[in-house]
């Protein structure tokens, strides 16, 4: 159907198709705009309607409910890429917010540009990026990003968000506080280093390289091999054949705690004791890489502020759910225990019951609080997970 300003409206769109996890019903109306006027058109079109309005991108990190979206989905669909040279050593790139995020990390690496090469592999499109701060070993989005073009839906108004607009953290931004659908992200942009080596920060990248015969500096494109073969190894990246692979990635974000809390829950699940020093290093070594592994005990990344980020896979698993977990339609990945995954046949409830079951059993467990990592779309304004 075409809508009154020339925009391709469907109607009564299935979006279990349009989701990694693939659950879900549809969207009353889809409309899948290329480039910011027609993104302003189609969010006009919703405000003088008075349609609900959400955005989506890949669908690789939300949970659709099953009663679907009303009103109207925006998948935006612009995939321009620009590249301008800052100077010898910088290249600013500008992408729109439809392009796939991992054809332009092959693009970045392919062109010796450094930056993202770590976040290889990651499902979905540009312009869900900066919403939670995406972020893999070793390098997250708000390393390279130095702008975020974003339309307000309040007032249809386009503006180019700065750093500190954006208020990046640990998978976390201005956007994703917003409530869904307040703010839609036409394209981003990036400051790359031109001939660049890999970052290599995290401890089981850094493993992989060597055992491959790199050391660090790592070229750019060892770094993306290394990283998409590893996270093969976790079902980590979208494999059709891979039932372990329909998921949101992982579901719950690694919980930040007190010092004091950590000893707890360490002693209390058999990880061990680790003391922080005032450098912020364990007293044994146990947390000294930055991704905790090769440690015995509990992993933990001490943050240098009386605070520990802990792992939750590692709390799940300790807690009696390990890889595989789960009867029913929803259940534990076989290959990661922090991923969710559909069996086939999922619903949403199935999805929500599952995720408080995994969210109650840790917190008896370890008195630790899982808070979920995907966006809920279309569980009511009511809802709390
Ligand atoms: N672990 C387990 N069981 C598992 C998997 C991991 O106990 O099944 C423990 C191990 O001790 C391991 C530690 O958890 O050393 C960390 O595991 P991993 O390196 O896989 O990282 P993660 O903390 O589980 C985070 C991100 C991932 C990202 C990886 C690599 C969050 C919520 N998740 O996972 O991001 O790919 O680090 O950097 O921060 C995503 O956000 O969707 C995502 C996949």
Redesign the pocket.
């Known amino acids: 159907m075409t809508g009154s300003a020339g925009l391709e409206i469907e109607r009564d769109v299935p979006l279990a198709g349009l989701t990694s996890l693939g659950v879900g019903g549809a969207a009353e109306r889809l409309v899948r705009p290329v480039g910011e006027t027609r993104l302003i058109e189609a969010i006009a079109l919703a405000r003088a309607q008075g349609w609900p309005l959400w955005v989506l991108g890949g669908g690789s990190?939300v949970v659709v409910a099953d009663s679907g979206l009303p009103g109207l989905v925006i998948v935006p669909a612009g995939r321009r890429r620009r590249a301008a040279l800052v100077d010898d050593r910088h290249m600013r790139v500008d992408v729109e917010a439809g392009h796939d995020w991992d054809e332009l990390v092959e693009w970045t690496v392919a062109g010796q540009l450094a930056g993202l090469e770590c976040l290889s592999g990651i499902p979905g499109r540009v312009g869900a990026a900066p919403i939670q701060n995406?972020?893999?070993?070793?390098q997250e989005l708000a390393d390279t990003c130095i702008e975020v073009r974003v339309i307000d839906s309040a007032t249809g108004i386009a503006a180019s968000w700065d750093l500190s607009r954006l208020r990046f953290g640990?998978?976390e931004s201005a956007l994703k506080r917003a409530s869904i659908g307040s703010f839609v992200v036409t394209e981003i942009s990036l400051l790359l280093r031109r001939h660049g080596r890999a970052t290599v920060r995290?401890g089981?990248l850094a493993d992989r390289l060597r055992v491959d015969g790199y050391g660090d500096p790592a070229p750019l494109a060892a770094a993306r091999a290394a990283v998409l073969a590893i996270?093969k190894t976790?079902a980590?990246v979208i494999d059709r054949r891979d039932t372990d692979s329909r998921s949101?990635?992982?579901f719950?974000?690694?919980p930040t705690v007190a010092d004091a809390v950590a000893d707890q829950v360490a002693e209390r699940l058999g990880g061990g004791v680790t003391r922080t020093d005032g450098a912020g290093t364990t007293t044994d070594g146990a947390a000294k890489r930055a991704?905790?592994?090769g440690?015995t005990g509990m992993?933990r990344y001490p943050r240098g502020d009386g605070q520990v980020k802990l792992?939750?896979?590692?709390l799940?698993?300790r807690c009696g759910m390990t890889?595989g977990y789960g009867e029913g339609p929803v259940g534990l990945s076989g290959k990661?225990?922090?991923a969710l995954i559909n069996r086939g046949g999922a619903k949403a409830s199935d999805v929500l019951a599952f995720a408080r079951h995994v969210r109650d059993r840790v917190a008896s467990g370890s008195d630790v609080v899982l808070e979920p990592?995907p966006r809920w779309l279309g569980f009511g304004a009511e809802f709390s997970f």
Do not use: C, Q
């Not at 995406?134 to 070793?138: D, R």
């Not at 792992?311 to 590692?314: G, I, V, Y």
């Open positions: 990190n995406i972020g893999a070993y070793g640990y998978r995290y089981e996270r976790k980590m949101a990635g992982s719950f974000v690694n991704d905790g592994a440690t992993p792992s939750a896979a590692w799940i698993e890889k990661h225990a922090l990592e």
